[in-house]
């Protein structure tokens, strides 16, 4: 079934692909790591959790499975972590990656990387998660989604665009928001490992993934808004590669 048609226009420094709706907006992500993995084996990925990028995963196991797609030589970081989840949790994130796609691809487990949310030192264990990224070469791809509020993996709004890889208190906002994947808003951890903005600006190419309408004033503000912490995905505009790829709902106040 071929896909409906999708427009690319680029808004400031940003390439924003618009897609008719979420699946094909999945889709075309899924398209943009596949090629990406292909013309580069030993690729370094950054990737993101959340409801957003699941089909996305889908389609790339889908890919492994019927076409071949090769994450033998493929390294991954994930871009945050619960404080307090174990990883057998099942809201940990460690858990959602193996769930949606590391179980159903080749990816080797000592080279998939997710922060460790029993850390006895999760400060520390921040830092090391970083140099571990400087380590492998640096991320190649980053994978992002957006929050209500403009975060991006866990950085709150009032994150520098210099900030590193640390311990984050989430806001009222994100644990509500993030509640549906919980029994109640009270099971939601209040801190997270993230990687900084400035760990991820550091990423060669930037890809990020939004879909539906409660995702339009984030997007707006990120592509049409001046650069500003309170709105961290508009500090993506400080970088040269960025792609957002996102469906009508996502772009309906562009
Ligand atoms: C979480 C994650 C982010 C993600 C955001 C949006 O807070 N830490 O990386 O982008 O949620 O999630 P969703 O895709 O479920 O809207």
Same mark, same amino acid.
């Given at each position: 079934m071929k896909n409906p048609p999708e427009h690319e226009r680029t808004v400031g420094s940003i390439n924003v692909i618009v897609c008719a709706d979420a699946q094909s907006a999945s889709q075309k992500a899924a398209e943009l790591m596949s090629n990406a993995i292909r013309s580069r084996p030993k690729i370094v990925l950054g990737l993101a959790t959340g409801g957003t990028p699941v089909e996305m995963y889908r389609q790339l196991a889908k890919m492994h499975e019927h076409d071949g797609l090769d994450f033998s030589n493929v390294t991954s970081f994930n871009l945050d972590e619960y404080i307090g989840?174990? *990883?057998? %949790?099942?809201?940990?994130y460690r858990m959602f990656m193996q769930q949606k796609l590391f179980d159903h691809i080749n990816i080797k487990s000592e080279n998939t990387h997710v922060p460790d949310g029993l850390a006895a030192d999760p400060q520390q264990h921040a830092k090391e998660f970083e140099a571990l990224i400087v380590k492998a070469g640096g991320i190649d791809v980053q994978l992002l989604g957006v929050g209500q &509020? +403009? %975060?991006? *993996?866990? &950085?709150?709004? +009032?994150?520098?665009?210099d900030s590193r890889a640390r311990v984050i208190e989430l806001t009222p906002a994100t644990i509500q928001s993030n509640a549906r994947f919980f029994a109640s808003a009270d099971e939601v951890p209040k801190t997270a490992i993230t990687l900084g903005i400035g760990t991820i600006l550091e990423a060669k190419r930037i890809v990020l993934l939004a879909i539906g309408s409660n995702k339009a004033t984030a997007i707006h503000r990120a592509l049409e808004g001046k650069p500003d912490i309170s709105h961290? *995905?508009?500090?993506?505009? &400080? %970088?040269d590669d960025v792609t957002f790829i996102v469906d009508e709902s996502a772009a309906s106040l562009l």
């Open positions: 989840l174990s *990883a057998d %949790h099942p809201q940990s &509020n +403009g %975060h991006i *993996a866990f &950085n709150e709004p +009032g994150s520098t665009a961290p *995905a508009s500090l993506l505009q &400080n %970088h």
